[in-house]
């Protein structure tokens, strides 16, 4: 089961040189408890899947919805691929404003980049599962709270054989997990602070349970 997450807006307006203005835009069907950690949407962090509006001012035809891919980027008419996992939207209409400069002989036009829509962290849980499927949590989730969300191991599972599938800019990695050594909990967990904190999910991942 899923946490519900909410979509967040943020709007920034790149001003001139040196300048910007920052406007939050939340819908009215979303407040501030809906927004990301508690952040105002400005201070939001853009991940995989979200979309974005990216209007250039007085250039009609440079308006798109773009869909940040799984390895953190989209691609922009005259910007080339912009990377956007991880910052804010002030940075993302910083950069595009910065790459278009070249083409505008006046001076580079204003920029807006608004976060139209955003699912948090969407990951996959695959295998030996109860219900295998994607999901969405307001956080990035741990892997023993993704299996959670996913009913647990089926019978017969092979626990420790469980991996984690993630797409990356260099392209596509395994991160082999110790699932089956967590699952059996206290006898084997020490007291304690754990050693090594447990591995996370981001948008995209895969956690698969063979």
């Known amino acids: ?24 835009v939340v819908s009215g069907a979303q407040s501030a408890a809906s927004m ?20 250039v001012w007085g250039e009609e035809r440079m308006q798109r919805q773009v869909l940040v891919q799984p390895d953190g980027t989209f691609a922009f008419p005259l910007a080339g691929t912009i990377r956007a996992d991880g910052r804010n939207v002030t940075d993302i209409a910083d950069e595009i404003r910065g790459r ?26 695959l295998g030996k599962v109860r219900t295998p499927g994607s ?30 599938l993630r797409q990356t800019r260099a392209g596509q990695v395994v ?11 206290a006898r084997s967990l020490n007291s304690g602070a754990l050693g090594t904190a447990l591995p996370t999910l981001q948008s995209g991942d895969v956690l698969l349970i063979p």
């Open 135 to 164: 999901y969405t949590s307001r956080s990035a989730p741990n892997i023993l709270q993704a299996l959670s969300m996913a009913g647990g191991t089926a019978d017969f599972a092979d626990t420790g054989g469980a991996v984690i």
């Open 100 to 125: 278009i400069a070249l083409n505008y002989t006046a001076g580079p036009p204003d920029v807006t980049v608004t976060v139209r829509e955003t699912d948090g962290t969407r990951f996959y849980v």
């Open 36 to 55: 990301p950690d508690g952040a105002s949407a400005s201070r939001y962090t853009v991940r995989a899947g979200d979309q974005l509006d990216v209007f």
């Open 1 to 24: 089961m899923g946490f519900a997450v909410h979509p967040v807006s943020a709007q920034v307006r790149a001003a001139t040189p040196g300048t910007q203005v920052i406007a939050p």
């Open 175 to 185: 991160e082999r997990i110790k699932l089956s050594k967590l699952l059996k909990g």
